[in-house]
């Protein structure tokens, strides 16, 4: 009895400390193991425990793919808006985070010094206009929310992960969600910071995505009012 709980706990720790997903080759897995990382038998995936310094496997993170990582806990934020197509009112989510790393530039004054590494930043964010979601992660979203699809924008001419109207299938674009004052990702009051439900999302890995960041400047009072509920 007292062996099960004991391997149970054990195994609780793993995955509570398993973090981020890493792409080693064969040839790299001693260098790989030696530096501190580990392989995960059911996900078939070397990674990363959350205590380790994601720089020291800079060579292993698909930088190319994304430029953020965005740590466990992690939430999706949840809200309504008018359609501006046939102007029923429909659901919209947003991935978001408070803790996360970004690809970026150590030195900036420095021209000739100018390296990229994977800086901590604290803030909050609702990620907008995302090109590239981790697989499985987009999987249980989609799964959960099937009105985000990857979708072509005319406003910004690409595509990207968006929100689609649950009744008319159109694209509500992520300019007016995030960038436009009482969109429904970017909060001004404190009733419409209670009008956003922020879920955990079960992942067992962080979140890897390439998207834009928006620092709101009232993110107290959003993670204070908001609504949190369980994914269930
Ligand atoms: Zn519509």
Redesign the pocket.
């Given at each position: 009895m007292k062996h099960a709980t004991k391997l149970i706990q054990q195994r609780y720790a793993k995955l509570k400390s398993m973090p981020l997903k890493i792409n080693v080759s064969y040839s790299e897995k001693e260098e790989a193991k030696s530096k501190g990382a580990f392989w995960d038998t059911d996900s078939k995936t070397w990674y990363v425990p959350k205590h380790k310094n994601y720089n020291d496997f800079i060579q292993w993170i698909d930088n190319e793919k994304f430029s953020i990582i965005a740590k466990k806990p992690f939430h999706i934020a949840l809200n309504k808006r008018e359609?501006w197509?046939?102007n029923?009112i429909?659901d919209i989510v947003a991935l978001a985070s408070n803790n996360f790393y970004e690809f970026d530039y150590t030195n900036e004054d420095d021209d000739d010094n100018m390296t990229k590494e994977w800086l901590k930043q604290d803030y909050f964010t609702f990620f907008s206009t995302p090109e590239y979601i981790d697989k499985e992660i987009i999987d249980l979203i989609q799964e959960r929310f099937p009105f985000y699809k990857y979708g072509y924008s005319k406003t910004i001419n690409r595509k990207y992960w968006a929100n689609h109207?649950q009744?008319?299938n159109?694209l509500q674009g992520d300019f007016f969600n995030h960038n436009e004052p009482g969109g429904a990702f970017s909060p001004m009051s404190i009733e419409e910071c209670k009008e956003i439900t922020l879920i955990e999302v079960p992942s067992k890995y962080d979140l890897t995505l390439n998207a834009g960041t928006g620092w709101s400047g009232i993110e107290d009072m959003i993670l204070k009012y908001c609504k949190k509920k369980e994914w269930k």
């Open positions: 359609c197509k046939c029923e429909t109207c009744n008319c159109a």
